[in-house]
C-alpha cells in the first residue's frame, strides 16, 4: 500500500475530527474523570471505609494507630510501547489503533489541546512523512471551508526528548474558532515517527503545559 494511502487512514480522520467537532462547538471524545462526589471502599484490616477523591478519611490500623488518607489522581501517567516512551498528563486519555503498517497514539480530553502520534515503518522517511502529511491536513482542511491565516505552512522548531526538531505549522480558523497544529517527522530507532500538536489558540497556554510534559520525556 502506498505511503499517501496510509497517510489517510486514522492520522488525518482523527485531527479533522477533532477540529470539525471543536469549530461546531462539541467537544472531542475524553475521558470521564472520577468525579469528587463517586465514594470508594478502602478495607483496612478488616474494616471498611467509604472515601472519596481529594478529600482525607481517618482510619485506625490494626496496630490501633490513626491515619489520615487522602486519595487523589496522578497529575501525570507514563506510556511505553511501540518502541517508543513519554510521560502524559493525566487529564489525557490514550488511545491506540494500528492500521495498514502504522501505529496512531492519540491523546486528548476535555479541553483542546490534542496530540497524535504516529510510527510509520523505516521504508519511509520523515521529509515524506512530513510533506505528505501536510498536502493531507491542507487539502481535507480546505475541502472543510477552512480559512488559511498568516503564517500557515511556515517552519516551526520545538525540543523533542532533548533533540531540536523542524517541522511545520497549520493556522487556521474553522468555524469561528482559530486552531494551530505543529507537525513534525523525525527518525527514531527503526521506525519515523510523525508528532503532532493540535490546540485551540485560546488555550495556547494550557496547550504549553500538556505538550512540553510529552515533549520533554518522549524517547
Not at 472543510?144 to 503564517?151: I, K, P, Y
Not at 482559530?178 to 515517527?193: C, K, N
Request: aromatic letters at 8%; charged letters at 20%; hydrophobic letters at 40%.
Amino acid at each position: 500500500m502506498k505511503m499517501k494511502t496510509l497517510l489517510l487512514l486514522l492520522g488525518l480522520l482523527l485531527l479533522v475530527c477533532w477540529a470539525y467537532a471543536r469549530a461546531k462547538g462539541r467537544p472531542a471524545a475524553s475521558p470521564h474523570p472520577l468525579a469528587s462526589t463517586e465514594a470508594f471502599e478502602l478495607h483496612v484490616g478488616g474494616q471498611v471505609y467509604e472515601i472519596r477523591l481529594d478529600e482525607p478519611v481517618t482510619v485506625v490500623t490494626p496496630g490501633g494507630e490513626e491515619v489520615e488518607v487522602v486519595l487523589r489522581r496522578k497529575e501525570v501517567l507514563h506510556y511505553a510501547g511501540d518502541g517508543l516512551a513519554f510521560d502524559y498528563p493525566a487529564a489525557l486519555q490514550l488511545g491506540r489503533e494500528t492500521e495498514g503498517g502504522i501505529t496512531t497514539l492519540t491523546l486528548e480530553g476535555t479541553a483542546s489541546p490534542f496530540v497524535l502520534i504516529q510510527i510509520y515503518p523505516s521504508s519511509n522517511t520523515p521529509e515524506e512523512v512530513l510533506g505528505n502529511l501536510l498536502e493531507a491536513f491542507e487539502n481535507e482542511y480546505r475541502a472543510r471551508q477552512a480559512q488559511f491565516l498568516n503564517g500557515n505552512g511556515r517552519s516551526v522548531e520545538r525540543t523533542v526528548g532533548g533533540t531540536t526538531r523542524r517541522g511545520r505549522v497549520l493556522a487556521f480558523r474553522l468555524g469561528g474558532q482559530q486552531i494551530r497544529t505543529e507537525l513534525y517527522a523525525f527518525p527514531h530507532h527503526d521506525a519515523v515517527v510523525a508528532l503532532i500538536l493540535q490546540q485551540d489558540v485560546e488555550e495556547a497556554a494550557l496547550a504549553e503545559d500538556y505538550f512540553a510534559v510529552i515533549t520533554r520525556s518522549l524517547r
